[in-house]
Nanobody, 132 residues
Framework: QVQLVESGGGLVQAGGSLRLSCAAS????????????MAWFRQAPGKEREFVAT????????YNADSVKDRFTISRDNAGNTMYLQMNNLKPEDAAVYYC?????????????????????WGQGTQVTVSS
């Protein structure tokens, strides 16, 4: 069974920081976690789910949405089967449910994707609330 579990969400004032975590479990998935490209998406009430950031299997290649560039940093710890999203200088418009996602990419190249339809596995989401 493949499972992604997000944590780290909460209530923060504008300008503050949070670090989200996404832990992978499931015998096959966790054993081959490093062969999966990963990403964060978010969905605010009444809006479509949108891309936030993505990271390649090795962690060497990353890509952020323009709306979070220079404020959010995506990273991963393959030994610990965990992906992170460090969010700094949070704004009220960052408030949303944040989801992590994974797609198999093998061990070659620097593949990542900002397309929701490319991802096969999703977590249940963690709420981020930003007060102004």
């Amino acid at each position: 069974q493949v499972q992604l579990v997000e944590s780290g969400g909460g209530l923060v004032q504008a300008g503050g920081s949070l670090r989200l975590s996404c832990a992978a479990s499931g015998r096959t998935f966790s054993s081959y976690f490093s062969s999966y490209a990963m990403a964060w998406f978010r969905q605010a009430p009444g809006k479509e789910r949108e891309f936030v950031a993505t990271v390649s299997w090795s962690g060497s290649s990353t890509y952020n949405a323009d709306s979070v560039k220079d404020r959010f940093t995506i990273s991963r710890d393959n030994a610990g089967n965990t992906m992170y999203l460090q969010m700094n200088n949070l704004k009220p418009e960052d408030a949303a449910v944040y989801y992590c996602a994974a797609t198999f990419s093998g061990y070659s190249g620097s593949y990542y994707s900002f397309l929701e339809e490319d991802y096969d596995y999703w977590g249940q989401g963690t709420q981020v609330t930003v007060s102004s």
